[in-house]
């Protein structure tokens, strides 16, 4: 029996779905920002359950494994191994990593069910359903492809819109056709079951509003969805592959009912092999739930609703919430080669260096980050190397050559002394306050800062010069708390660090410890941080280049003539509240209005653009940028120097024109 008088913690990471690999993308948004988390936990005292699993139902299982020839529960296993594995390459292991296909978890799914049914939350409903007459099935979720009914994205499952992010029955899809054999299906009637989400948005409402923890932009757009009016819900579904519903013959649970209580069906089987109460802990909890931007409606919606109907689970204190990561500003994408695995990238270079790039660019918000293989290579050797690693290496190497390894006794402080040593505990208390707010960019930005700070002492000091004892033993303390701050962002490398400190450091309650350092022996102190090669950074650039030249293809003149470009009149220009890039524009067309977002901020001001004529791409798939959907694209050029140009016509036409 574990002893858990001091405060819990249960960190949980978004369900990794049985269908691929992990890659950059998945590790900046989720499992890095929660390792990190963790590992700070751990140091500052707190007791921290770690938890994730792999997310194995759907119909995505189902078409994935019989394009392989397998059965379902063979084809998720082998990605359960794989995320695990390629995860432990980033330094990256939890406390327990559960399955959804098992019986602990069908059991606890199957509970929410039968108490959420029988608090009344949950009705039965006949519906119309797509049948497949050719494969002879119904055609539930992914098992029907068509376009998006509220923002036109074409090639969108018939459960969420992958580009607005909205949830929709699969029959307000437009253009329906069936994902196996692609043909157009019928409408067949079938009894479903219906979780009453609209009767959760006053409570919704007043969770979101009330939890001081969740992010403000995030809440906002949500809370205009309950504006909107939530909707009932369809949990059921026609297939044999999922957690079977009770007392239904071929019926399982919606993958999106019951994946999410994947968090608390894991914490309860580990407490479980653990001798703990399960449930008492988890009540008593703070709990955070790591997620990236595109399951939001998910975790601020159906998640906290169904805990809500159940009645006796804690909701989440956190949930932190992370964009997408772009690869040199292009979205990642399996099918078009353009995305970085894992297991790739470990294989060429150091997985502590990619732990510190992409904490270092990703932001606690819903804002793109962008993996630059140049910026990578510039961080680590110009700031995690030069800055930090090189002042502690000086004051390691100054100590061992010139102080017979050891850590001299200070003499009495001078003014540049003591200054120093706030700034040490300034740094401390301004580090500690960042990471309890889960701002982790900021937090290694403070690091560095600090660290240059403490090269500037070292160097006003010059104990080269002086053999000064006072910038040694101030410059190893400093050192030291360096290294802390970097544990959680550096793990492997820190631990290397302090088998040359010679001192016995946890990885939990360091922070409560005063090291002895007057007269501490330090190993003979070598390279831990090596610079990476330039040349391998320039061949990742010359395979991208590769890529993106194969990607891209000549397009016939019919398929020109399918985009639609037209003349615009701008009406209306407003800035958007929190985005440095962004205004929304109005736009008349002439038979119609539109709403148009574009990153125009920092090279137009809105009377520049206000009753004035420019060309528009009238018929993209339309997208939302910050929760504003944009329903058409403004067109520019761009030259030499990075000025943005935006296109007029020479002479005085009517709006509506089109662009032939």
Same mark, same amino acid.
């Given at each position: 029996?574990?002893?858990?008088?001091?405060?819990?913690?249960?960190?949980?990471?978004?369900?990794?779905?049985?269908?691929?690999?992990?890659?950059?993308?998945?590790?900046?948004?989720?499992?890095?920002?929660?390792?990190?988390?963790?590992?700070?936990?751990?140091?500052?005292?707190?007791?921290?359950?770690?938890?994730?699993?792999?997310?194995?139902?759907?119909?995505?299982?189902?078409?994935?494994?019989?394009?392989?020839?397998?059965?379902?529960?063979?084809?998720?296993?082998?990605?359960?191994?794989?995320?695990?594995?390629?995860?432990?390459?980033?330094?990256?292991?939890?406390?327990?990593?559960?399955?959804?296909?098992?019986?602990?978890?069908?059991?606890?799914?199957?509970?929410?069910?039968?108490?959420?049914?029988?608090?009344?939350?949950?009705?039965?409903?006949?519906?119309?359903?797509?049948?497949?007459?050719?494969?002879?099935?119904?055609?539930?979720?992914?098992?029907?492809?068509?376009?998006?009914?509220?923002?036109?994205?074409?090639?969108?499952?018939?459960?969420?819109?992958?580009?607005?992010?909205?949830?929709?029955?699969?029959?307000?899809?437009?253009?329906?056709?069936?994902?196996?054999?692609?043909?157009?299906?019928?409408?067949?009637?079938?009894?479903?079951?219906?979780?009453?989400?609209?009767?959760?948005?006053?409570?919704?409402?007043?969770?979101?509003?009330?939890?001081?923890?969740?992010?403000?932009?995030?809440?906002?757009?949500?809370?205009?969805?309950?504006?909107?009016?939530? +909707? $009932?819900?369809?949990?059921?579904?026609?297939? @044999?592959?999922?957690?079977? /519903?009770? =007392?239904?013959?071929?019926? !399982? &649970?919606?993958?999106?009912?019951?994946?999410?209580?994947?968090?608390?069906?894991?914490?309860?089987?580990?407490?479980?092999?653990?001798?703990?109460?399960?449930?008492?802990?988890?009540?008593?909890?703070?709990?955070?739930?790591?997620?990236?931007?595109?399951?939001?409606?998910?975790?601020?919606?159906?998640?906290?609703?169904?805990?809500?109907?159940?009645?006796?689970?804690?909701?989440?204190?956190?949930?932190?919430?992370?964009?997408?990561?772009?690869?040199?500003?292009?979205?990642?994408?399996?099918?078009?080669?353009?995305?970085?695995?894992?297991?790739?990238?470990?294989?060429?270079?150091?997985?502590?260096?990619?732990?510190?790039?992409?904490?270092?660019?990703?932001?606690?918000?819903?804002?793109?980050?962008?993996?630059?293989? +140049? $910026?990578?290579?510039?961080?680590?050797?110009? @700031?995690?190397?030069?800055? /930090?690693? =090189?002042?502690?290496?000086? !004051? &390691?190497?100054?100590?061992?050559?010139?102080?017979?390894?050891?850590?001299?006794?200070?003499?009495?402080?001078?003014?540049?002394?003591?200054?120093?040593?706030?700034?040490?505990?300034?740094?401390?208390?301004?580090?500690?306050?960042?990471?309890?707010?889960?701002?982790?960019?900021?937090?290694?930005?403070?690091?560095?800062?600090?660290?240059?700070?403490?090269?500037?002492?070292?160097?006003?000091?010059?104990?080269?010069?002086?053999?000064?004892?006072?910038?040694?033993?101030?410059?190893?303390?400093?050192?030291?708390?360096?290294?802390?701050?970097?544990?959680?962002?550096?793990?492997?490398?820190?631990?290397?660090?302090?088998?040359?400190?010679?001192?016995?450091?946890?990885?939990?309650?360091?922070?409560?410890?005063?090291?002895?350092?007057?007269?501490?022996?330090?190993?003979?102190?070598?390279?831990?941080?090596?610079?990476?090669?330039?040349?391998?950074?320039?061949?990742?650039?010359?395979?991208?280049?590769?890529?993106?030249?194969?990607?891209?293809?000549?397009?016939?003149?019919?398929?020109?003539?399918?985009?639609?470009?037209?003349?615009?009149?701008?009406?209306?220009?407003?800035?958007?509240?929190?985005?440095?890039?962004?205004?929304?524009?109005?736009?008349?067309?002439?038979?119609?209005?539109?709403?148009?977002?574009?990153?125009?901020?920092?090279?137009?001001?809105?009377?520049?653009?206000?009753?004035?004529?420019?060309?528009?791409?009238?018929?993209?798939?339309?997208?939302?940028?910050?929760?504003?959907?944009?329903?058409?694209?403004?067109?520019?050029?761009?030259?030499?120097?990075?000025?943005?140009?935006?296109?007029?016509?020479?002479?005085?036409?009517?709006?509506?024109?089109?662009?032939?």
């Amino acid at each position: 029996m574990e002893n858990l008088n001091q405060e819990i913690a249960i960190v949980t990471c978004a369900l990794p779905y049985s269908n691929g690999e992990p890659h950059l993308g998945h590790l900046a948004s989720t499992y890095l920002p929660a390792d990190i988390l963790v590992r700070f936990l751990r140091m500052i005292g707190k007791k921290v359950f770690f938890i994730s699993g792999s997310d194995d139902y759907g119909t995505p299982i189902l078409i994935s494994a019989e394009k392989e020839g397998k059965k379902p529960e063979e084809y998720i296993k082998k990605w359960w191994k794989v995320w695990q594995e390629d995860l432990e390459k980033v330094s990256i292991k939890f406390d327990f990593y559960g399955h959804t296909y098992s019986d602990y978890h069908n059991q606890l799914a199957q509970y929410f069910f039968k108490k959420i049914k029988e608090n009344g939350f949950i009705y039965e409903k006949e519906i119309e359903q797509f049948y497949c007459p050719k494969c002879k099935r119904f055609l539930p979720d992914r098992y029907v492809i068509g376009t998006c009914p509220y923002c036109g994205a074409r090639n969108q499952y018939g459960d969420v819109c992958e580009i607005c992010g909205r949830t929709y029955s699969p029959l307000e899809l437009k253009d329906p056709r069936c994902a196996i054999c692609g043909s157009k299906p019928i409408i067949k009637k079938s009894k479903h079951y219906f979780f009453k989400l609209s009767s959760f948005s006053e409570k919704l409402r007043e969770w979101l509003i009330s939890n001081k923890n969740l992010q403000n932009e995030v809440k906002n757009y949500v809370l205009a969805w309950i504006k909107e009016g939530l +909707k $009932d819900w369809d949990i059921s579904r026609d297939i @044999e592959w999922g957690v079977p /519903i009770p =007392n239904e013959n071929k019926k !399982v &649970l919606y993958g999106w009912f019951e994946n999410h209580i994947g968090y608390i069906s894991f914490f309860l089987e580990l407490a479980k092999q653990l001798n703990l109460n399960g449930k008492e802990i988890w009540n008593k909890a703070t709990i955070y739930h790591f997620i990236g931007k595109d399951i939001v409606y998910h975790h601020y919606l159906f998640l906290p609703a169904e805990r809500m109907a159940e009645g006796s689970f804690k909701l989440p204190d956190f949930i932190p919430t992370r964009g997408y990561l772009l690869l040199e500003d292009q979205k990642f994408s399996k099918s078009r080669n353009w995305y970085i695995s894992i297991k790739d990238f470990v294989s060429k270079f150091d997985s502590d260096y990619l732990r510190y790039y992409l904490a270092s660019i990703v932001s606690y918000s819903q804002q793109d980050s962008n993996f630059k293989w +140049k $910026d990578f290579e510039s961080k680590i050797n110009n @700031e995690l190397i030069s800055i /930090i690693a =090189n002042f502690i290496h000086r !004051v &390691l190497t100054f100590a061992w050559n010139n102080f017979e390894g050891k850590i001299p006794k200070p003499k009495e402080f001078d003014s540049l002394d003591k200054n120093f040593e706030k700034e040490i505990q300034q740094f401390r208390q301004k580090y500690l306050k960042t990471m309890n707010s889960l701002h982790f960019d900021k937090a290694l930005k403070q690091i560095v800062e600090f660290a240059s700070k403490c090269n500037q002492y070292f160097q006003t000091k010059k104990p080269w010069e002086t053999k000064d004892p006072n910038s040694i033993y101030l410059g190893f303390k400093a050192s030291l708390e360096i290294s802390l701050a970097l544990y959680p962002f550096i793990p492997n490398k820190i631990e290397k660090l302090w088998e040359i400190f010679n001192l016995d450091i946890p990885k939990e309650n360091a922070y409560s410890l005063n090291f002895k350092i007057e007269n501490h022996s330090i190993k003979k102190p070598k390279i831990i941080f090596e610079k990476i090669d330039p040349k391998l950074v320039e061949n990742e650039i010359n395979k991208l280049r590769k890529i993106k030249k194969e990607n891209m293809k000549e397009i016939s003149i019919d398929e020109f003539r399918k985009i639609e470009m037209k003349v615009g009149k701008v009406l209306e220009v407003e800035e958007i509240p929190g985005s440095k890039n962004l205004y929304k524009l109005i736009v008349d067309f002439g038979n119609e209005k539109r709403q148009v977002i574009s990153g125009l901020k920092k090279y137009y001001k809105p009377e520049d653009l206000k009753n004035k004529k420019f060309v528009f791409v009238t018929n993209l798939e339309r997208k939302k940028f910050m929760g504003y959907e944009s329903q058409a694209m403004i067109l520019a050029a761009e030259d030499s120097k990075g000025n943005v140009i935006l296109i007029v016509p020479e002479k005085d036409v009517e709006v509506g024109s089109k662009i032939l």
